[in-house]
């Protein structure tokens, strides 16, 4: 009898078994199934994606305008188109961009007279000048309505550096405009752009710049990764936008790093980092300093603003000089910069003024709470960029109209 229940005991055990392996292996079947389907989908989406993103590139209506007002120039390289309108976009913002009769950046669309009975100052620089930013937040516009009782012809411009400053102020003098005085805005930007950008294309003054094909990116991985999604799925690059959502808080709490774009981490940008670090020489721009290196560049900028303030003076035009920082220098510079000093020491027995707006920069940076000590940059910077914000440029007007209000700008005497 004991025999008999120890084979049923068996044959059930045995029974249990095979019923245990078998789901064993529906479970397994059900799980590559599920994954199989998720993979199918995972494919067929992105294959889906693949074909609708070529699709819209292929057919996508060819815009020969998206900047209609912005042209190359013979002598300063590119230019603003004389009396015309854009929309610009910046980041997530847009703005209006108008321009006068001698192509800068102006409140309305205007014609520029030969003389005018204000005085009149003509302002150099480069995008931050420019204003990436409406009109009345950009640090020229907030200038030019506390001093209505001026004149002022906005001649900065993006890419622009003392190469560019020189040429605008010829064309402008060239085309009988009178100034009665000039302030040039600079950053410690100018530096890799003198080395590595822009050459002379002959005596002149006229320059030139080096060929797409020259440079070299200084994006890291993850920008070009996310550029080629973006070009290739476009519905699929839609997820780097959850990464996206945790950098302002990341930032906010003092970590000091971006993705960046093709020019590399806003924080610490090669152009940016030649006052506080060893930059790289060896590469093109914007990545390095090559064929001029730091030394080189610093020799060139400085070159530039000698031609500069050698065609102001023999026509007894004062000069300004402001300096304003870029955002690396907020994190590893001090106030007192390299450029800073530079300019200072060339400024004496030159300029009418010399102006730094860094230690309010530094001083806004320091009044952050503990809790909270990327602040600044959330309230003066436009977020992922390095331009200003309205409070960023607020904080560089500011500082301007100190010294105008000092030292108010007056109108030379005809034949001086």
């Not at 029974?15 to 993979?39: F, G």
């Not at 300063?76 to 009396?83: M, V």
């Not at 402001?322 to 007192?336: A, C, E, K, R, S």
């Not at 004496?348 to 920069?361: D, Q, S, Y």
Request: aromatic share 10%.
């Amino acid at each position: 009898m004991s025999d008999q229940l120890s084979a049923t005991q068996q044959i059930d055990a045995a029974e249990d078994t095979s019923a245990s392996q078998r789901k064993s292996q529906q479970r397994k079947m059900k799980l590559a199934l599920l994954l199989v389907s998720i993979l199918f989908c995972a494919a067929a989406f992105l294959t889906l994606d693949w074909f609708r993103t070529a699709w819209i590139r292929r057919h996508a209506k060819v815009n020969a305008s998206v900047n209609p007002c912005r042209v190359r120039d013979p002598i300063r390289h590119h230019a603003l188109k004389p009396n015309c309108t854009s929309t610009e976009y910046w980041g997530a913002d847009s703005y209006k961009l108008v321009t006068n009769s001698l192509g800068f950046r102006d409140e309305t669309i205007r014609e520029v007279p030969a003389t005018d009975t204000r005085p009149r100052i003509l302002i150099l620089g480069d995008s931050f000048a420019e204003g990436m930013i409406a009109w009345r937040n950009s640090f020229v516009g907030k200038i030019a309505a506390r001093f209505p009782e001026c004149d002022f012809l906005n001649g900065g411009l993006s890419g622009y550096s003392p190469s560019n400053y020189l040429a605008t102020t010829r064309m402008v003098l060239d085309k009988g405009i009178d100034i009665d005085e000039v302030i040039v805005f600079l950053d410690n930007s100018a530096v890799q752009h003198e080395a590595a950008y822009y050459r002379d294309r002959d005596a002149s003054g006229a320059v030139t710049s080096i060929q797409n094909e020259e440079q070299h990116s200084a994006a890291g991985w993850y920008v070009r990764l996310r550029g080629w999604m973006n070009g290739h799925l476009a519905l699929t690059s839609q997820l780097f936008r959850l990464f996206d959502r945790l950098q302002r808080p990341l930032v906010a709490h003092g970590f000091y790093h971006l993705p960046g774009d093709y020019f590399g981490d806003p924080f610490d940008r090669e152009m940016s980092a030649w006052t506080y670090r060893k930059v790289n020489e060896t590469d093109a721009f914007p990545a390095g300093y090559a064929p001029l290196g730091v030394e080189g560049g610093l020799v060139r900028q400085m070159a530039k603003m000698d031609l500069l303030w050698q065609e102001l003076q023999k026509r007894n035009i004062p000069l300004t000089v402001v300096i304003y920082p870029h955002l690396g220098q907020l994190v590893h510079d001090t106030p007192d910069s390299r450029q800073v000093q530079i300019l200072r020491q060339w400024c004496e027995g030159k300029c009418k003024r010399f102006v730094t707006v860094l230690p309010a920069f530094f001083t806004a940076k320091a009044q952050c709470p503990a809790t909270e000590p990327g602040c600044w940059y959330l309230n003066l910077f436009v977020f992922g960029d390095i331009h200003f914000s309205a409070a960023g440029n607020a904080l560089v007007a500011d500082a301007v109209i100190t010294s105008l209000a000092q030292e108010p700008p007056v109108k030379r005497q005809r034949g001086n």
